[in-house]
């Protein structure tokens, strides 16, 4: 059994993922079309203010090379080539993006027993440096992210966090926004059969004083379906609900309320994935 600490930017993602992944308050549809070959294609579309824009995302792999190709609405394309083993533990991605030639980036990932490291370098004369680092075991894991732009000699963004993570709970304390953020997270599986879950994540802006904090849960209605809730300190009420129709396509239904919003106090969203 691996018992190796996860990368940095996993540290908290379980509660945020509680709190925020799925929700959606526009139309949004996704086809995945995927081959024998190694070749997939992805297409998003998402309604916003009476406009339609998307994107198309080509994914082909063969052994431990992948290849990602991603056109979006403005035709702007994304490349990204990633090798998994090129060396023992390490795993590197190299992207770029047309017709911006000054955003070439290389990423190298190293993963070992008692460590996890993500760095970054800009592919440019005065590139954009980052570095993530977490040591630790799988149960509790501790990390730092720095970044560093050479054109101005500048540190851009640096955050600290803890993370423990147990079969039925995970906590984790994040320290961000260059030290003026504390953020506290919180999940556990009230019951692991059903899929019951509750979350919380709590804020605290030291420059303004400010709190703030968002409550949510998942339950699992039947081998199919997922109710999720979400409560926030704004007053700000969301639920929704998601249904696999059939093997891995999937159609979500999102609600929110804001009271502070008299004109149109309801938004409601609705995705549709399929996958053939």
Same mark, same amino acid.
């Given at each position: 059994m691996v018992n190796r600490p996860a990368p940095f930017s996993v540290i908290g993602k379980n509660a945020?993922?509680?709190? *925020?992944? !799925?929700?959606?308050?526009?139309?949004?549809? $996704?086809?995945?079309?995927?081959?024998? $070959? =190694?070749?997939g294609v992805t297409t998003t579309g998402v309604k916003r203010d009476q406009l339609f824009i998307g994107d198309i995302n080509t994914q082909y792999k063969s052994g431990n090379t992948t290849v990602n190709v991603k056109v979006d609405t403005s035709s702007n394309i994304s490349t990204t080539v990633t090798v998994d083993e090129l060396f023992p533990c390490v795993k590197t991605a190299f992207s770029f993006k047309i017709p911006d030639h000054q955003s070439g980036k290389l990423n190298v990932q190293y993963l070992h027993n008692h460590a996890a490291i993500n760095s970054s /370098? !800009? #592919?440019?004369?005065?590139?954009? #440096? @980052?570095?993530?680092a977490a040591v630790g075991s799988k149960d509790v894991?501790? !990390?730092? @992210?720095? =970044?560093?732009? *050479?054109?101005s000699a500048s540190i851009t963004k640096y955050n600290a966090g803890v993370g423990i993570n147990k079969q039925d709970y995970s906590a984790a #304390? /994040? #320290?961000a926004d260059k030290g003026q953020t504390l953020k506290a997270s919180y999940i556990h599986a009230v019951n692991p059969i $059903? =899929?019951? +879950?509750? +979350?919380? @994540? /709590?804020?605290?802006r030291f420059t303004t004083g400010e709190n703030s904090f968002t409550i949510g849960s998942s339950h699992t209605v039947d081998p199919f379906t997922v109710v999720k809730t979400r409560f926030s300190d704004n007053g700000k009420v969301a639920a929704l609900c998601q249904r696999e129709w059939r093997p891995k396509s999937l159609v979500t239904l999102s609600a929110e309320?804001?009271?502070?919003?008299v004109e149109s106090? $309801?938004?409601? !969203?609705?995705?549709? =994935?399929?996958?053939?």
């Open positions: 945020k993922d509680l709190l *925020t992944k !799925g929700y959606f308050f526009d139309h949004k549809f $996704t086809m995945m079309m995927l081959s024998s $070959t =190694g070749l /370098i !800009g #592919l440019t004369p005065t590139p954009l #440096l @980052e570095l993530a894991s501790l !990390g730092a @992210e720095v =970044g560093f732009d *050479t054109a #304390l /994040i #320290l $059903t =899929g019951a +879950a509750v +979350a919380a @994540e /709590i804020t605290h309320f804001d009271p502070k919003a106090p $309801t938004r409601f !969203g609705l995705a549709l =994935g399929l996958k053939p």
